[in-house]
């Protein structure tokens, strides 16, 4: 779980922070024209009592969809590494039958049996 929780949390700081280098800068001639032909001031002026959120926040719940495809690729990137290591894991119990895997215990906890095999008859009770 905790080790997780890391991968999650290395992911989306790795991706924001290359979400804000990528960004091209605008020019002041262009932030300008995009003031007055959007209105900025008068919705800014509306908004003020909002707090500035942080980056994290921003990008967590963004609607951008660039954000939103980035975040999905992380996911599915993080989740297809977690299939390929539990494919792996099931075909080596598979293939070397009297192999120990009493090692992978902490991280994969009640699924490794006292004999280091996974147990076929495990279900997860959690989730019934």
């Known amino acids: 779980?905790?080790?997780?929780?890391?991968?999650?949390?290395?992911?989306?700081?790795?991706?924001?922070?290359m979400a804000g280098s990528a960004r091209p800068k605008?020019?002041?001639?262009?932030?300008?024209t995009d003031a007055i032909a959007t209105g900025t001031k008068a919705h800014?002026?509306?908004?003020?009592?909002?707090?500035?959120?942080s980056k994290l926040r921003q990008?967590?719940?963004?609607?951008d969809h660039k954000t939103i495809a980035r975040q999905?690729?992380?996911?599915?990137?993080?989740w297809a590494i977690i299939g390929l290591s539990l494919s792996i894991i099931f075909r080596l119990q598979l293939g070397f039958g009297q192999?120990?895997?009493?090692?992978?215990?902490?991280?994969?906890?009640?699924?490794?049996?006292?004999?280091?095999?996974?147990d076929p008859a495990f279900t997860?009770?959690?989730?019934i």
């Open 44 to 53: 800014h002026a509306l908004h003020a009592e909002h707090e500035p959120q």
């Open 1 to 17: 779980m905790v080790t997780t929780a890391i991968i999650i949390v290395t992911a989306l700081l790795l991706s924001w922070l």
């Open 26 to 32: 605008a020019s002041r001639a262009s932030q300008r």
């Open 72 to 78: 999905y690729l992380i996911t599915g990137i993080f």
């Open 99 to 118: 192999m120990d895997l009493s090692f992978l215990r902490p991280l994969l906890g009640s699924w490794i049996n006292q004999a280091g095999k996974i």
């Open 59 to 63: 990008y967590l719940f963004s609607e």
């Open 124 to 127: 997860c009770p959690r989730f």
